[in-house]
C-alpha cells in the first residue's frame, strides 16, 4: 500500500458509482468518500473540501516518491496534474460529466504504474481491525455524555475522542500517518495533563478508572493494529508505553 494505492481506491470507486453523469460533483464526492465512521451522514460541503485536499496532498506525496527514486517527471506530471485539477473543491457546483475526463483509463494505467514504482509501504489494515478501533471509540464517545464523569476529564476524553475519530476517517487517504499522529498527540495530551487526571480521579475514583481504562484499551488496540501494518518500527510501541505508565501511576 503506497499513496498510489489509495488514490486508486477511491477511482475504483469512483467507476462504480452508478448515477445521474448530471448530478454535481459535490453530490458525487459525497458519495465516494463516505467512510464507516460517517454513520451514513451525508457529508457536508466542508468535510468534502477536506478530503478533497488531503487527496491532492497524497498525490503530492506521490509525486516526491517517485521523483526520490529517480523517476523522469515527464513521465508522471501531466497524470497528477489531471488528477489534481478534478479533485479541486473549486469546482464541486460543476457537473460530474465535466469533472470525469479527470478520471479516464489513461489515469488508471499511470497509477498502476506509480503504484509498483514506489512499492508498498504499509499493509493494509483489514476491516475487521478498523471495526475493532471504530468499536473502541465508539465505547469513549459514550463516555462524554456521562454526567458522573469530572468535567476536566471530559474535556480531555473529548480531544482524544477527536484525535482517534479523525485518524481512522483519514486512514482511507492517508494510510497509517494519521493513527501514528493521533497516538502521538494523546500521549503528549496525557503526560501534560497528568495534574487534571489525578484530580478527577480524587473526584471521582470508580468512574475515572473505568474511563482511563477504556482510554488506555482504546490506545493499545490501536498500536497493535498499526504494529500489524507497518513495514517499519517506529516509536508507536515505545510512546504507547510512556502513556501506559503515566496512566497507571494515577491514584485511585
Do not use: C
Not at 494510510?175 to 480524587?202: F, H, M, R
Amino acid at each position: 500500500m503506497n499513496p498510489a494505492s489509495r488514490i486508486l481506491n477511491i477511482t475504483t470507486a469512483i467507476s462504480k458509482r452508478k448515477a445521474n453523469e448530471n448530478e454535481t460533483a459535490m453530490k458525487w464526492w459525497a458519495d465516494v468518500l463516505a467512510q464507516p465512521a460517517d454513520k451514513g451522514e451525508q457529508l457536508k460541503e466542508t468535510e468534502i473540501s477536506r478530503r478533497l485536499v488531503a487527496i491532492i496532498d497524497q498525490v503530492d506525496q506521490l509525486s516526491i516518491l517517485l521523483r526520490e527514486r529517480g523517476v523522469p517527471e515527464v513521465l508522471y506530471h501531466n497524470a497528477h496534474l489531471k488528477i489534481k485539477n478534478g479533485l479541486s473543491p473549486a469546482k464541486m457546483s460543476q457537473r460530474w460529466i465535466e469533472i470525469k475526463p479527470h478520471f479516464g483509463p489513461e489515469i488508471i494505467t499511470a497509477l498502476r504504474w506509480a503504484e509498483w514504482a514506489v512499492g508498498s509501504l504499509e499493509d493494509t489494515i483489514s476491516n475487521e481491525d478498523r471495526q475493532d478501533i471504530q468499536a473502541k471509540i465508539t465505547e469513549l464517545e459514550a463516555l462524554l455524555g456521562d454526567d458522573s464523569l469530572p468535567a476536566a476529564l471530559r474535556q480531555i476524553l473529548r480531544r482524544q475522542v477527536t484525535e482517534l475519530r479523525s485518524a481512522l476517517e483519514d486512514y482511507v487517504i492517508y494510510g497509517i500517518g494519521p493513527l501514528e499522529k493521533a497516538i502521538k498527540t494523546i500521549t503528549a495530551d496525557i503526560v501534560s495533563e497528568q495534574e487534571a487526571l489525578t484530580s478527577s480521579a480524587n473526584e471521582n475514583p470508580e468512574e475515572t478508572r473505568k474511563a482511563l481504562d477504556k482510554l488506555k484499551s482504546a490506545m493499545a488496540t490501536t498500536v497493535t493494529v498499526i504494529d500489524k501494518v507497518a513495514k517499519t518500527a517506529g516509536n508507536i510501541g515505545k510512546l504507547w508505553v510512556i502513556s501506559k505508565e503515566v496512566l497507571d501511576k494515577i491514584p485511585f
